[in-house]
Nanobody, 124 residues
Framework: VQLQASGGGLVQAGGSLRLSCAASGRTFSSYAMGWFRQAPGKEREFVAAIDWSGGSTYYADSVKGRFTISRDNAKNTVYLQMNSLKPEDTAVYYC??????????????????WGQGTQVTVSS
């Protein structure tokens, strides 16, 4: 599985961005997907996850109500819509595939493929 994340950029606090992650190499609709992020000097942290069908999602408390994860299995793409962005959301965002799982999980070690990351910077 190859994952290509895109859509990062610089945005002011309160603004929005939509990240995309295009997958290839295996039947996309057969596995769960997730987004993680890592800020400078901090550990990687879970952001959001979605099951194989898009019917079940799971969010970190820090983004609940502001971020929305979705997927389009016809386009082999998962999205992360980020609204009401805060400076503390600044990080490199990574998409990941859990090819052995169908339900969303926040455990990073459950994910076996990772994208290259896309930088999100939120200015105050």
């Amino acid at each position: 599985v190859q994952l290509q994340a895109s859509g990062g950029g610089l945005v002011q606090a309160g603004g929005s961005l939509r990240l995309s992650c295009a997958a290839s190499g295996r039947t996309f609709s057969s596995y769960a997907m997730g987004w993680f992020r890592q800020a400078p000097g901090k550990e990687r942290e879970f952001v959001a996850a979605i099951d194989w069908s898009g019917g079940s999602t799971y969010y970190a408390d820090s983004v609940k109500g502001r971020f929305t994860i979705s997927r389009d299995n016809a386009k082999n793409t998962v999205y992360l819509q980020m609204n009401s962005l805060k400076p503390e959301d600044t990080a490199v965002y990574y998409c990941a595939a859990d090819t052995y799982g169908v339900e969303p999980t926040g455990w990073a070690n459950e994910y076996d493929y990772w994208g290259q990351g896309t930088q999100v910077t939120v200015s105050s």
